[in-house]
């Protein structure tokens, strides 16, 4: 079992910047990736970034490339997102996700999600 706490949205103007973060807990040893996903509603849940729990490599989404930043503090067990230069197109509610086997983009093989945190960016 794994818990995931996400925290940091809120409002900002666009060029603005946030920084999420993603504490986990729970038996996380297997965890193959830890992911930040996006969805506004009546839209599909789009994978922004993830990294790869034991090279540490990252990906990004095209949309967010330059701009987002995730990260990794393993003593505390946290995700981190920043995200710098924001847009209102980035508005959403943002879910950290703990993902088992394949791609970090793999939706599909996310075991977990948080509660979810909500970004609104505003022009």
């Known amino acids: 079992q794994v818990r995931l706490v996400d925290s940091g949205g809120g409002s900002v103007q666009a060029g603005g910047s946030l920084r999420l973060s993603c504490v986990a807990s729970g038996y996380t040893d297997t965890i193959n990736c830890m992911g930040w996903f996006r969805q506004v509603p009546g839209k599909e849940r789009e994978g922004v970034a993830g990294?790869?729990?034991?090279?540490?490599?990252?990906a990004y989404a095209d949309s967010v490339k330059g701009r987002f930043t995730i990260s990794r503090d393993n003593a505390k067990n946290t995700l981190y997102l920043q995200m710098n230069n924001l847009k209102p197109e980035d508005t959403a509610m943002y879910y950290c996700a703990a993902i088992y086997g394949g791609s970090c983009a793999d939706e599909g093989r996310v075991g977990y999600w948080g509660q979810g945190t909500q970004v609104t960016v505003s022009s």
């Open positions: 990294i790869y729990s034991i090279s540490g490599a990252a």
